[in-house]
């Protein structure tokens, strides 16, 4: 009963019960593991249409300003924002700034935006560890915009560009080096390519940038035979090529609507949402059963002592596992 009231909550727009829901998706206990599930079969789709944006950067690009600007840009349009920011966490000591929220206060302040920073935690790939289900609570929460916003930008990026529907890039308005520093792996998935900052003293700078881009990415083949990547100034201090931006996005959503590519990628999403969720299951199922444990547990000390390789004690430790 708990569990339905929950979500005709969430389903009213209840804010309160989409930060509580969010809570319980995060959380790793196993009575919480058990809850958010059943919580999540509840608010089974169809949801109101929507559409996940994942934006990437390098630190200093001003990924939080351009989403505030761009969030409310897509407000004026009709849309309702939800932006998951996900901040990198300390390997020493766990914890994050998570200062994302103050960043974007008009943002925040605005009625039909929700702002949910995230820990990344020991998750790869820019994102956190149940950022697929945060998003399926905003959708269920009536939020057709669903914005997240990665860790940074590099390789392991790729992830987030797997679990949303368009995939931007903001680049700094920097030549020479700067088309070597971002890696072809991210940029291959790249749907729309921003130069932010094209103002005042480095409009020209960013220029040229668009343009070294715009021949490079010629040169790779496209994520989508249905989209050819875009390569625009912007500056989202100053509210300038925003509209532009928002008009791309829209029309990739459209191109790959009519063609069919968005509801064949939104399949891939769900089955890699599934694989990653056995995958997890599994490790916590390794590490919970007392007898696997275990076994486990004189596994790493074997491999710690140079007496059995990794690959081996990991066929030990499976082959436990499917005894007990």
Known sequence: MQDTALA????????????????????????????????????????????????????????STFIEA???????????????????????????????KTRMQELGRNSSAYIRPTPAGTTLGGVARRTRETMALCEAAGFDLIVVETVGVGQSETACAEMTDVFVVLLLPLGGDELQGIKRGIMELADVVLVNKADGEQLGAAQRTVAEYRNGLGLLRPRSPHWVPVVEACSALHESGIDVAWSHIQTHHEAMTVSGAFHRRRTVQARAWLRDELSD??????????????????CEQLVEEG????????RRVIARALKS
């Not at 299951?281 to 007392?290: E, K, S």
């Not at 059995?308 to 990991?314: D, I």
């Open 307 to 314: 007496t059995l390789a990794p690959p081996a004690a990991a």
């Open 281 to 298: 299951q599994m490790r916590t199922w390794l590490t919970t059963d007392p007898s696997v444990a275990a076994e486990l547990a004189r």
């Open 8 to 63: 005709e909550r969430i389903a009213s727009g209840d804010r309160r019960a989409l930060a509580k829901a969010i809570t319980l998706v995060e959380s790793s206990r196993p009575e919480h593991r058990e809850a958010a599930a059943a919580l999540l079969e509840r608010l089974q789709p169809p949801f109101s249409p929507s559409l996940r944006i994942g934006i990437s950067g390098p630190p200093g690009v001003g990924k």
């Open 70 to 100: 761009f969030g409310l840009h897509a407000i004026a349009q009709g849309s309702r924002v939800a932006v998951l920011s996900i901040d990198p966490s300390s390997s020493l000591s766990g914890g994050s700034i998570l200062g994302d």
